[in-house]
C-alpha cells in the first residue's frame, strides 16, 4: 500500500486571501504587532484557524523589529509650543488613536542643529516604528532627514513647494477663498489679508485663495502685509495695513492669533468692527469666540488633522497603502463680520 502524500501546509499568503488582508497585515498579526486592528487580527486569526497554519517560528522571530513606538517631530524648540492651542489639539488628536493600541508617542522637537542630530541618531538606530513629522518651511531640514530614514512617514500639513507621498493637511486655499468671498458678499470692496509666513505653504495657500477670490470678484488684491501667525505679528501688520491703506474695510487675517491682534489695534484706532472694517480669521481656536466682537472665522478641525494622521501611519505599519488627505473648511460666522 503507498504511503499517503503529506498534506501540504498553507501559506502565509494563502492566510491572508482567506482573510482578506494584505500579507504585510497577516504577518504583523502573527508577530503579535500591537498596531493592528481589532477586526483584521479577528479575520487574521479565524482564517489560521480554518486553514490549520502552522508558522515558521524562526521566520517569524527574524520578520520584524518593532519598538512599540511613533514618534510626532516638530520644526519646533520653544517650550511655547505646549501651551500653543493648533498644536495642543493635534497632539490631542494624534493620543485619541494611539490609545486604542499599545504604542507609545515620542515627541521631537528639532529645528536646533542638536534637535536634528538627535532625531538622525533615533532614526537611524530604529528606535520608532514610524513618524509623524509637521516641518512646513520648504527648505527644512527636517524633511530630508526624515525621507531619507527609510520609516513610515505622514506629512501634518505639506512642505512649500514640495508633495510628500503621504500627507494630512486641510484646505487652506479654499477656505481662505471661502473668507475673502463672505467679505465681498458682504460689499467690502477695500480688503486687506495679513498672511502667515510665506516661506510655509500654508501661508502661501492662504494668501493664494484671497488674491485668486479677489480677482474672480473683478477686483485687484488690495494690500497685504506678511505676519508669523501670533497676535503680536497681526497686531503689528495690522498698523502698517491702516498706515498704506487707512481706508481699508475689511480685513482677512490667516490666522485667529493674528485676527485677535488685529482687532485690539483696531479698535485702539477708533474703528469699529464690523461696522467700519470687517474681520475673518482662520483655523476656530477658543480665542475666536473670546475676541471682542467674536470672530467670524473659518473651522478647520485641527483634532482631525491629529487623528487622521495618527490612522495614516498605522495603516503604513501595517502595510497597507493610504490615501492622502485634504480635509474640509467651512465658515463659522460671528460678530466681527
Known amino acids: 500500500m503507498a504511503a499517503a502524500t503529506p498534506r501540504r501546509q498553507p501559506t502565509l499568503d494563502e492566510v491572508a486571501e ?6 504585510s497585515a497577516a504577518s504583523r498579526v502573527l508577530n503579535n504587532a500591537p498596531y493592528v486592528s481589532r477586526p483584521t487580527r479577528e479575520a487574521v486569526e479565524k482564517a489560521i484557524k480554518e486553514l490549520g497554519y502552522r508558522p515558521n517560528r ?11 513606538i511613533v514618534a510626532l ?12 492651542p493648533f498644536f495642543a489639539q493635534v497632539i490631542v488628536g494624534v493620543s485619541a488613536v494611539l490609545e486604542e493600541t499599545d504604542l507609545h508617542l515620542l515627541l521631537c522637537l528639532a529645528s536646533s542643529g542638536r534637535g536634528r542630530s ?3 541618531n533615533l532614526l537611524q538606530a530604529r528606535g520608532v516604528d514610524g513618524i509623524m513629522l509637521m516641518a512646513l518651511h520648504g527648505d527644512d531640514p527636517l524633511t530630508g532627514i526624515v525621507d531619507r530614514a527609510g520609516l513610515p512617514v505622514v506629512h501634518g500639513g505639506r ?13 487652506n486655499l479654499g477656505g481662505a477663498r471661502l473668507a475673502t468671498e463672505h467679505l465681498l458678499a458682504l460689499g467690502r470692496t477695500r480688503i486687506v489679508t495679513i498672511t502667515g ?6 501661508g502661501e495657500a492662504r494668501h493664494r485663495g484671497y488674491r485668486e477670490a479677489m480677482i474672480m470678484a473683478g477686483r485687484e488684491p488690495y494690500g497685504m502685509a506678511e505676519s508669523d501667525f501670533t497676535e503680536a505679528g497681526g497686531a503689528a501688520a495690522m498698523k502698517l495695513l491702516l498706515d498704506r491703506h487707512p481706508d481699508l474695510d475689511a ?30 480669521g482662520f483655523d476656530d481656536l477658543d480665542v475666536a469666540a473670546q475676541t471682542d466682537p467674536p470672530l467670524t472665522t473659518v473651522h478647520q478641525s485641527i ?27 467651512g465658515l463659522i460666522r460671528r460678530g466681527s463680520a
Open 58 to 68: 524562526t521566520a517569524r522571530a527574524l520578520a520584524t523589529r518593532q519598538t512599540g
Open 118 to 120: 538627535r532625531l538622525t
Open 159 to 171: 512642505p512649500l513647494h514640495v508633495e510628500p507621498q503621504w500627507y494630512v493637511d486641510s484646505d
Open 18 to 23: 482567506r482573510a482578506g488582508v494584505s500579507r
Open 251 to 280: 480685513v482677512f487675517a490667516a490666522s485667529d492669533k493674528m485676527a485677535a491682534g488685529a482687532l485690539r489695534v483696531l479698535s485702539d484706532a477708533g474703528r469699529s468692527v464690523p461696522a467700519d472694517v470687517a474681520v475673518v
Open 303 to 329: 483634532q482631525a488633522l491629529g487623528r487622521e494622521m495618527a490612522r495614516m501611519l498605522l495603516a503604513l505599519i501595517a502595510g497597507e497603502s493610504p490615501t492622502s488627505l485634504i480635509l474640509p473648511t
Open 197 to 202: 509666513q510665506m516661506a510655509t505653504q500654508v
Open 73 to 84: 517631530a516638530l520644526s519646533h524648540d520653544d517650550p511655547a509650543l505646549f501651551a500653543d
